[in-house]
C-alpha cells in the first residue's frame, strides 16, 4: 500500500530539525543546502516508495565509493563535471568573456608539482614497449592571432594500457605529465606517447551504478591541459584523438567538437630518421587560443582538492565548515 507522508507538518518539522534550522550556531550556507537536499530525498523516497532494502542497498553502495575514493570518478559519469562546465561558460558569455579555445572537465587524476621544461621536452619514461611514439606541438596565441610567450602549458595524459601516473603505482613518479613553458613564438613540443583510452575499473562501485543504468564506462584517448599566462584567462581542456571508438560516446561527457584532433602517423624512412627515431611516430597539433582578462582571480585555475597541491590549504579546507 502506497502512503504519503512528505508534505505532512510532522515531516517538515522535522526536516527542520534534522538541518539545524533551529540552531543559533552551524553554517548558514551547509543547512540550507543540506535542508534541501534532504527535502529532495525525502520526496524521492516517498513519491517511489522506496523500501528499506533500496535505501540499505543505496547506503552499501555509498559505503563502497567512498572506501574506494572514487565519488571523483563517478561525478564525471554522471554528468556534474560538464554542467559544471556548462554553467562556467554561460558565466563567460554573460561577463562578456567568451572567446578562445573551449574549456572542458579536468577530471579527477591530475597531480600538480610536474617537472617543468622550456619550449621542448620529454614526458615518458622509455619503459611503455606499447606505446607508440607521439609528438604534441602547438602555439599559445591570443585572440587576436598573437603568440602568447611565456604561457604555462600543463599537459597530462595516460600510458598505453589507460593508465596515470601516481594512480597507477606501477609507473614512475610524474610519468607522461609535464609543465611546458612556451617559447618566444608561444609554441611547445613535447615528445611522449600515444595515450590509450581509459575505462572504469569493470568491478569498480562506480561501474556497477553504471550497469544500473546500461551504460559504460569508456573515455577516448585523450590528453589533458591546463594553459595560463598574465593576464589571460586560466583554460582547462583537454583533446580527445580523432577515430577512437568512444571519441564522440565519452562516459565523462568531455567531447567537444573543437577538441577532436587527429594523430597523423609517420611511417616513412625519411621522417623517421629527421627525428631519430627508430620506429613509427605520430604528430599531434593542438594550437590554443587564450581570452584576455584583467580579474587575478580568472587567471588561475579554480579550487578543489588535488593531489599534491597545496597540501596545508587543502587540510584546513576540510577541516572547516565554510564550504558543502
Ligand atoms: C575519469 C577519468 C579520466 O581520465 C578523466 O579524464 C575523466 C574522468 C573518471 O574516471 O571519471
Ligand atoms: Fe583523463
Not at 565519452?250 to 627525428?275: C, G, H, K, M, S
Request: a negative charge.
Amino acid at each position: 500500500m502506497t502512503v504519503k507522508i512528505f508534505d505532512t507538518p510532522e515531516v517538515q518539522d522535522f526536516l527542520n530539525t534534522v538541518a539545524g534550522l533551529d540552531q543559533d550556531s552551524g553554517n548558514e550556507r551547509a543547512k540550507q543546502i543540506l535542508h534541501r537536499l534532504l527535502s529532495d530525498l525525502y520526496r524521492l523516497i516517498d513519491d517511489y516508495d522506496v523500501t528499506p532494502e533500496e535505501f540499505w542497498n543505496a547506503v552499501s553502495l555509498l559505503n563502497a565509493l567512498g572506501h574506494g575514493t572514487q565519488f571523483g570518478l563517478l561525478a564525471p559519469g554522471l554528468g556534474f563535471d560538464h554542467y559544471l562546465d556548462m554553467r562556467m561558460d554561460a558565466q563567460d558569455e554573460a561577463r562578456g568573456l567568451a572567446g578562445g579555445t573551449p574549456r572542458t572537465i579536468e577530471g579527477p587524476l591530475y597531480v600538480a608539482g610536474a617537472p617543468e621544461v622550456h619550449g621542448r621536452g620529454r614526458m615518458d619514461d622509455g619503459r611503455d614497449s606499447d606505446g607508440e611514439t607521439m609528438w604534441l606541438t602547438g602555439q599559445v596565441r591570443d585572440t587576436d592571432g598573437n603568440p602568447v610567450a611565456g604561457a604555462k602549458v600543463e599537459v597530462w595524459h595516460a600510458n598505453s594500457k589507460g593508465g596515470y601516473s601516481f594512480f597507477d603505482p606501477t609507473q614512475s613518479e610524474y610519468n607522461l605529465r609535464r609543465s611546458i613553458i612556451t617559447d618566444s613564438q608561444g609554441r611547445y613540443a613535447v615528445r611522449s606517447i600515444i595515450p590509450s583510452g581509459y575505462g572504469c575499473p569493470p568491478d569498480s562501485p562506480t561501474q556497477q551504478l553504471l550497469d544500473l543504468l546500461g551504460r559504460h564506462g569508456q573515455r577516448p584517448a585523450h590528453i589533458h591541459y591546463f594553459i595560463s599566462a598574465p593576464g589571460y584567462k586560466h583554460l582547462t581542456t583537454q583533446i580527445n584523438l580523432a577515430g577512437d571508438p568512444y571519441t564522440f560516446d565519452d562516459f565523462a561527457y568531455a567531447t567537444r567538437e573543437e577538441l577532436v584532433v587527429p594523430a597523423n602517423r609517420f611511417e616513412d624512412q625519411d621522417a623517421i630518421a629527421r627525428r631519430e627515431l627508430d620506429g613509427p611516430f605520430s604528430e599531434v597539433t593542438f594550437d590554443i587560443e587564450l581570452a584576455r582578462t584583467d580579474d587575478p582571480e580568472l587567471q588561475h585555475r579554480h579550487k578543489r582538492p588535488r593531489a599534491k597541491e597545496d597540501e596545508q590549504d587543502q587540510a584546513s579546507q576540510l577541516a572547516g565548515t565554510a564550504k558543502v
